[in-house]
């Protein structure tokens, strides 16, 4: 470890920690930086809880409010101060405080208004309603595979993270743009300190189910909000293989769109016979699982795989998603 105290490109004093990160899959020098405006934020923000836990919602706000004037970038500053807010039965200023926490991520806030029993009292007002769907959605997260908004022009997953590393047995819930096959957001449904494996199944620990049972309801509600629906001509297919060179092509067929999808390399192509509508480049796998097709969101869905060493941190995925966007 070092630390040192040091200036910024505008002057404004710094705290700077080196130090070696073993916990990764290979041990590397690391550097962070906080400012100190940021670090004290940070502490009047942890020193609010104190009087939050013990029902001082006055107090609390109060500290939760210094917090987020040190450091208005610090959102869970705002969503504190929010919760303190709506347990004190003051809904205006409570929006008020979630307003710039809104406007920088509504679908993530959305989730945590939907999530959060103290901001239960927010869940209605209008501007927390703006992005909703006119017609509910009907997708479930218990059932999800695929799940579309054409509302918000977004497709859902649930990916189920299966490697050795310290990742494993997390599920999320993912959404990407149907536009472009990005990934906007992820959502936490179950962590790995909520799981206990038993061989290569994991189970719910008992005093965490209810917890787990919490967020996969509120996962619900936010689908159902947000218009997400599973299309009638959802086509789910299986992947073979066949070499080519010292590679493997890896196909998969949707009959019913008159679609196959061909992976090769680091590139994915959906294709109508020999014409290419819709390509997604640079994939990093090791095994594809399985495909989908999406007629109303006009996006097919690659699951992978690739190797994570045991001890990997968690934000390299074992598994995931790519789409592969079809022309219009």
């Not at 002057?11 to 916990?23: C, I, K, M, Q, S």
């Not at 940070?42 to 104190?50: D, I």
């Not at 799981?195 to 209810?210: K, V």
């Not at 299986?238 to 992976?263: I, K, T, Y």
Request: charged share 25%.
């Amino acid at each position: 470890w070092s630390v040192t105290h040091e200036h910024d490109g505008s002057g404004a004093p710094t705290l700077a920690v080196e130090y070696e990160d073993a916990a990764a899959c290979a041990a590397e020098r690391r550097r962070w930086e906080l400012p100190a405006r940021t670090l004290r934020a940070r502490l009047e923000n942890a020193a609010a809880l104190g009087p939050h836990r013990k029902g001082d919602f006055e107090a609390s706000a109060r500290g939760f409010a210094q917090a987020a004037r040190l450091d208005p970038s610090l959102d869970v500053a705002w969503t504190n101060l929010a919760c303190a807010l709506a347990m004190d039965g003051q809904t205006t200023q409570a929006l008020g405080a979630l307003e710039p926490v809104l406007r920088r991520d509504p679908l993530r806030t959305i989730h945590k208004v939907l999530s959060d029993p103290e901001l239960a009292s927010l869940r209605e007002q209008p501007a927390l309603t703006a992005l909703h769907a006119e017609t509910p959605g009907t997708a479930t997260i218990r059932d999800l595979v695929l799940a579309y908004s054409s509302h918000l022009s977004l497709v859902a997953l649930r990916r189920h993270e299966g490697s050795w590393g310290s990742a494993a047995f997390i599920e999320e819930l993912q959404l990407f743009d149907a536009t472009t096959g990005a990934r906007v957001i992820s959502l936490p449904l179950v962590d790995w300190h909520d799981t206990d494996p038993e061989g290569d199944d994991p189970r719910i620990r008992p005093a965490r189910r209810a917890a787990v049972e919490a967020r996969l309801d509120a996962a619900d509600r936010f689908l159902r909000v947000l218009g997400f629906s599973t299309s009638p001509g959802l086509e789910l297919a299986s992947v073979r293989q066949e070499p080519r060179g010292d590679r493997m092509l890896h196909l998969a067929r949707f009959p019913a769109a008159g679609l196959g999808l061909a992976v090769l390399g680091s590139e994915a192509r959906v294709l109508r016979g020999n014409e290419v509508l819709g390509v997604a480049r640079g994939l990093d796998f090791r095994e594809l699982l399985r495909a989908g097709y999406d007629p109303d969101a006009r996006v097919a869905f690659i699951e992978w795989t690739h190797d994570t060493p045991e001890g990997c941190s968690a934000d390299i995925d074992g598994v995931g998603f790519a789409m592969v966007v079809v022309e219009r």
